[in-house]
């Protein structure tokens, strides 16, 4: 560890990355007294820092640079990710506690996608894996980022609106989901 003196006029303590990574190791594998949320967060950060890693190494492969901005769209990307991993499974909670198995999950699914871009999720991800990164391709394309944050929007809505009527509950959240992300289209 070491100090140094920050752009901002502070002092901080940095330590270099391999050894907080085994430091953050040795107390995931030999716990000791360390507090049980403690270790989660320490999960937590090193997942996030295996994957920001990942993709910083994919973007120079693919680039050749990893920017600020590439930084910053990462962890936005992550961020949403993980808001839609949380989305997804008070979702699939939902259509669990009205009896919904198996294949029961990909029929609701689509009819999300259905419903917000008039295609199946199978269909949508394989128009997202062709135009990633050209919009030039399709007149009103959807990013991709933007259409699984109007995915995830959607499940969220449909749990919020959930009275009694699981196909009631996503017309409405898919309405709404419309009008916030594609204009009401």
Aim: hydrophobic share 40%; glycine share 8%; aromatic share 10%.
């Amino acid at each position: 560890m070491r100090d140094i003196l920050g752009v901002d006029g502070n002092a901080y303590t940095v330590v270099e990355a391999t050894d907080w990574f085994e430091l953050a190791v040795d107390l995931l594998v030999n716990p000791g007294r360390t507090a049980k949320g403690l270790k989660q967060k320490l999960g937590d950060f090193l997942r996030w820092f295996a994957v920001k890693g990942f993709y910083a190494e994919a973007y120079v492969a693919l680039k050749g640079a990893y920017t600020e901005k590439d930084s910053r769209a990462t962890t936005q990307w992550l961020e949403m990710r993980q808001m839609g991993k949380i989305a997804r499974k008070l979702y699939t909670d939902l259509l669990q506690t009205q009896g919904c198995e198996n294949s029961d999950y990909a029929e609701w699914t689509d009819r999300v996608y259905l419903g917000l871009f008039g295609m199946r999720a199978a269909q949508m991800k394989r128009i997202w894996d062709l135009m990633d990164g050209d919009p030039k391709i399709a007149r009103n394309y959807i990013p991709k980022a933007e259409g699984l944050d109007a995915v995830r929007h959607c499940e969220d809505m449909t749990v919020r609106m959930f009275v009694d009527d699981l196909g009631d509950a996503h017309d409405q959240a898919i309405n709404l989901t419309k009008r916030k992300f594609l204009g009401g289209a």
